[in-house]
Nanobody
Framework: VQLQASGGGLVQAGGSLRLSCTAS????????MAWFRQPPGKEREFVVV????????IYADSVKGRFTISRDRAQNTAYLQMNNLKPEDTAVYFC????????????????????WGQGTQVTVSS
């Protein structure tokens, strides 16, 4: 089972990027798909989680209205569209998949996920 994240890069403040996370080895249709990020020198932090089975999406307050998660089941891929990027969005972004109960607090913590991608660097210049 592997998750492959891609799409990071260098962008100016106010710009956009779209990250992709492709799963291989199994289908993740019954799993939550999430994005976390780890800014330089900081802990890994929650960005967004989506569950097609639960029909829900949770965004961190810091990205609400700017980031959008989506999923292509046929391609077994999750996307993170990031608009109006800010320098404080600079981080290594990780995708993750897990199946903890939707109402469980662990779904917004790294400990709630079994599978992780390798991370992709996003750098936003001011």
């Amino acid at each position: 089972v592997q998750l492959q994240a891609s799409g990071g890069g260098l962008v100016q403040a106010g710009g956009s990027l779209r990250l992709s996370c492709t799963a291989s080895g199994r289908t993740f249709s019954n799993y939550h798909m999430a994005w976390f990020r780890q800014p330089p020198g900081k802990e890994r932090e929650f960005v967004v989680v989506f569950s097609s089975r639960a029909g829900g999406t949770i965004y961190a307050d810091s990205v609400k209205g700017r980031f959008t998660i989506s999923r292509d089941r046929a391609q077994n891929t999750a996307y993170l569209q990031m608009n109006n990027l800010k320098p404080e969005d600079t981080a290594v972004y990780f995708c993750a998949a897990g199946n903890r109960p939707w109402g469980d607090s662990s779904i917004v913590r790294p400990s709630g996920y079994y599978y992780w991608g390798q991370g992709t660097q996003v750098t936003v210049s001011s």
